[in-house]
């Protein structure tokens, strides 16, 4: 883990010739991208209403190289103009599958063994830094308004909460997912580098093996 240093004698010198920002897509052409391995994680978005939001999720599948997004209900899907303007571009770099429930995902997901989780906000939630993800993993999102359905919360493994601190009990869907995903990839590759991921990747390294969440004791 690399230490912050708030070096005030460091601070600005030489950034323009020292920093060099990312400002390019993949190194990889379009063919070559599709081919190469995933992230083993599944996202399973219930009945999103609003097509930004998936446009969004659908961006930060492709960031963080998810294996699967299954769009279910009345979760946007393509051809859809409001999508394809909030994903930037992403969507053809995504593996997508359209379910009309949900739960039929789900089910999916459990009979090839892949345990899931449900993000929401429940007597039975767990916090998310308290569990240990395995790979492969589902990740669960709900509707805006109404959250995951309780027959899909039935069936899942495990229903996980990010800590809500302030006034309000809840946060943007897309911003959450974000937030599961990047503890999830955390989780298992650490501080490596963005190279390190790529090489682990191309390789198809297995991470851990499949197993059920846990909770992590303290």
């Known amino acids: 883990m690399v230490c912050f240093n708030n070096n005030n004698e460091q601070a600005g010198v ?7 920002v990312r400002s390019f897509d993949s190194d990889l052409n379009p063919e070559q991208f599709q081919v190469i391995p995933r992230f083993p994680v599944y996202a399973v978005l219930e009945n999103l209403r609003s097509a930004f939001n998936v446009g969004s999720i659908i961006r930060t599948a492709d960031c963080a190289l998810l294996k699967m997004v299954y769009l279910c209900g009345i979760t946007a899907h393509p051809p859809h103009r ?5 994903s930037l571009g992403a969507l053809p770099f995504v593996q997508w599958e359209y379910r009309e429930s949900a739960l039929e995902a789900v089910r999916e997901c459990r ?13 039975r939630s767990q916090c998310l830094w308290e569990i240990d993800f395995p790979l492969p993993v589902a990740l669960v999102m709900g509707n805006e308004a109404l959250g995951v359905s309780r027959e899909v919360l039935n069936e899942v493994d495990h229903i996980v909460e990010i ?3 302030g006034y309000k009990n809840s946060i943007n869907v897309a911003v959450a997912f974000g ?12 501080s490596a580098s963005r190279d390190s991921w790529k090489t682990r990747l191309k390789r198809n390294q297995p991470v851990r093996q499949t197993g059920p969440c846990r ?3 303290k």
Do not use: F, N
Not at 82 to 86: A, G, P, V
Not at 111 to 123: C, F, M, R, Y
């Open 14 to 20: 030489g950034l323009e010739t020292r920093i060099q």
């Open 82 to 86: 409001k999508l394809d303007k909030t």
């Open 111 to 123: 009979s090839k063994s892949i345990p899931v989780a449900a993000l929401e906000l429940t007597d």
């Open 163 to 165: 800590p809500m601190l």
């Open 179 to 190: 937030v599961a995903v990047y503890e999830i990839q955390r989780q298992h590759w650490g």
């Open 215 to 217: 909770c992590v004791e």
